[in-house]
Nanobody, 124 residues
Framework: QLQASGGGLVQAGDSLRLSCASR???????MAWFRQTPGKEREFVAG????????KYSDSAKGRFTISRDNDKNTVYLQMHALRPEDTAVYSC????????????????????WGQGTLVTVSS
């Protein structure tokens, strides 16, 4: 339902752009990126409101990552710069059906549609 792509092996300091595409009309959803490493809880990375006007970032992502969306293409992006080894994880996109004015949630349980994830590996 959500197809994440763009992951890969990069070096510390490099940039990478993830994409999340769907056949669904994504403009009906707040969207977010989460990441997870083995043995750890799923972690919120960035979220964006239905129309794209509002975004939210984790402290780790602020200043380095940018979430954006193209509702005409039903695609959400995560542009990542200055990558660090600790950014290594499986990144998944998720959709939260919300009214336009609702806040962007940082809680994974609020998102009920998930993609399969794409692996990002950052070497030191």
């Amino acid at each position: 339902q959500l197809q994440a792509s763009g992951g890969g092996l990069v070096q510390a300091g490099d940039s990478l752009r993830l994409s999340c595409a769907s056949r669904r009309t994504l403009s009906r959803y707040h969207m977010a990126w989460f990441r997870q490493t083995p043995g750890k809880e799923r972690e919120f990375v960035a979220g964006i409101s239905r129309g794209g006007a509002r975004t939210k970032y984790s402290d780790s992502a602020k200043g380095r990552f940018t979430i954006s969306r193209d509702n005409d293409k039903n695609t959400v992006y995560l542009q990542m710069h200055a990558l660090r080894p600790e950014d290594t994880a499986v990144y998944s996109c998720a959709a939260d059906p919300q009214i336009l004015s609702a806040p962007v949630s940082m809680t994974s349980k609020d998102y009920n549609i998930w993609g399969q994830g794409t692996l990002v590996t950052v070497s030191s």
